[in-house]
Nanobody, 117 residues
Framework: QVQLVESGGGLVQAGGSLTLSCSASGSTFSSLTMAWYRQAPGKQREWVAV???????RYADSVKGRFTIVRVNAKNTVYLQMTNLNVDDTAIYYC???????????WGQGTQVTVSS
């Protein structure tokens, strides 16, 4: 079992920056593919970014060039560095961990990001 806890959300003005954190416990973090998702009000949850165990990174087109995903295995933590935020980035942000061996994965409880104009 893996427990994931997100933090770092908050209220920021458009054009500002935030860094989200997701701390993992209960498993070998280095064997988890980690991803960030978000869900805006009235919309489906969407994938934002992923980082593999070999640190390959991919991003949704909507955040490419503005968001950076980073993992620090020594801290069992994955970060989402968000810059040049706009109101469309307002959402609850969730991290997800999935073992490289497979399985459905594990979700955190989410952290709210609100961008004001």
């Amino acid at each position: 079992q893996v427990q994931l806890v997100e933090s770092g959300g908050g209220l920021v003005q458009a054009g500002g920056s935030l860094t989200l954190s997701c701390s993992a416990s209960g498993s070998t973090f280095s064997s988890l593919t980690m991803a960030w998702y978000r869900q805006a009000p009235g919309k489906q949850r969407e994938w934002v970014a992923v980082i593999t165990v070999s640190e390959t990174k991919r991003y949704a087109d909507s955040v490419k060039g503005r968001f950076t995903i980073v993992r620090v295995n020594a801290k069992n933590t994955v970060y989402l560095q968000m810059t040049n935020l706009n109101v469309d980035d307002t959402a609850i942000y969730y991290c997800k961990g999935r073992h490289i061996a497979g399985g459905s994965g594990y979700w955190g409880q989410g952290t709210q990001v609100t961008v004001s104009s």
